[in-house]
């Protein structure tokens, strides 16, 4: 999984899945479900992320996998 962050446009992705994307759903104003060919959600899109979510801080508990930190 990766959380994608475009400050230009202020929009979050946060990407799911290796598959590509086949299908997308507007579900609310500006928040976008990506499918795969075989309907398994793969991503998720937030525009005007700033103002939906709090983008200050991340905080992952117990996550079962290896992370990393690239800063910009």
Request: net charge negative; glycine share 4%; hydrophobic share 40%.
């Amino acid at each position: 999984m990766k959380l994608q962050y475009y400050p230009e446009t202020d929009s979050l992705y946060i990407d799911l899945s290796a598959k590509p994307s086949a299908e997308s759903r507007e579900i609310s104003e500006g928040v976008v479900l990506d499918y795969s060919a075989d309907g398994a959600l793969v991503g998720i899109d937030i525009d005007n992320a700033s103002k939906k979510l709090d983008l200050a801080e991340l905080v992952l508990s117990k996550f079962p996998a290896q992370t990393h930190t690239i800063s910009a």
